[in-house]
């Protein structure tokens, strides 16, 4: 089977640079793809790129065999779910309405009370519906991002009665939340790549990365570094190129920590 979702010689220019230059990807289904790199190396123009939001100005991205510019808006929003950097209503939406959003127009044979009982799972994984009367405004960082996370879980689960094959994007979905909502969130990603999505998030802890991830893209200045196995990419040279710092380690993959169905265990704990 092709892969689910690939970028092939992607560019993109605006204002006059070059913020993404020939970049080839492609990401199978039941996998986390990590993508890595320091401020401004392109990592959120790639992902919108990728989920079909912006049009590369060379190259093409191609959605389950198709190319994504082609795919009926309708069918995409069954076939994607984008979790971007930080959302922001200038309405006052209850927590419950919020969410609900992820559900609206999507989805085949849903009644109401479908509809409501997928938005209603997806608020209690994302731990948030003990705030479902709340007006999102008053809420936390945290809590609102935790909200968007249900939004595109309810998408997903709606989505699903429609298309199989689905892609969830994450642009920095755990910098506004705790341990352990973070621990929480990619717990569920993690959960949801197993069941055969193919999950790509935008992250800056490498030591999370390297413990949840199943393929690593590490970016610089537009362009695509490296990518493979945790343990490939985040070596001491490399992240001295890429980063400019120098690790007194000797490596810092494999990671000290281990994602598992229950939150993120010490690797050295579990050793005889």
């Known amino acids: 089977m092709s892969a689910l979702l690939e970028a092939k010689g992607i560019s993109y220019s605006s204002g006059g640079r070059l913020l993404i230059d020939r970049i080839d990807l492609a990401i199978d289904g039941g996998s986390i793809t990590i993508v890595l790199g320091p401020n ?13 939001e912006l049009v590369p100005t ?12 082609s795919v009926a808006p309708w069918r995409l929003a069954h076939s994607r779910a984008v979790m971007p950097q930080a959302s922001d209503l200038s309405f006052p939406f209850t927590v419950f309405e919020v969410a609900g959003l992820g559900v609206e127009g999507i989805g085949k044979g849903l009644s109401r009370r479908d509809r409501q009982r997928l938005v209603q799972a997806a608020l209690e994984q994302a731990d948030v519906a003990h705030l479902l009367h709340r007006n999102y405004r008053t809420l936390s960082g945290g809590e609102r991002q935790r909200v968007t996370f249900a939004r595109v879980l309810a998408q997903l689960g ?21 341990l352990k909502h973070q621990l929480a969130l990619l717990q569920t990603a993690k959960s949801l790549a197993q069941g055969g999505l193919a999950v790509v998030a935008v992250l800056h802890d490498l030591q999370l990365a390297a413990g949840v991830g199943d393929d690593l893209v590490l970016m610089n200045g537009g362009r695509l570094v490296t990518r493979g196995k945790p343990e490939t990419v985040l070596t001491p040279t490399i992240l001295a190129e890429v980063f400019g710092v120098t690790l007194v380690a000797p490596s810092l993959p494999p990671s000290p920590w281990r994602l598992s169905t229950t939150g993120l265990h010490s690797a050295e704990a579990e050793a005889p």
């Open 58 to 69: 060379r190259g093409e991205v191609l959605l389950d065999g198709r190319p994504i510019r």
């Open 158 to 178: 709606a989505g699903r009665t429609v298309e199989m094959r689905q892609v969830l994007f994450l642009d920095e979905p755990i910098a506004s939340l705790d």
């Open 40 to 52: 401004g190396a392109g990592k959120s123009t790639l992902l919108r790129i990728l989920s079909g």
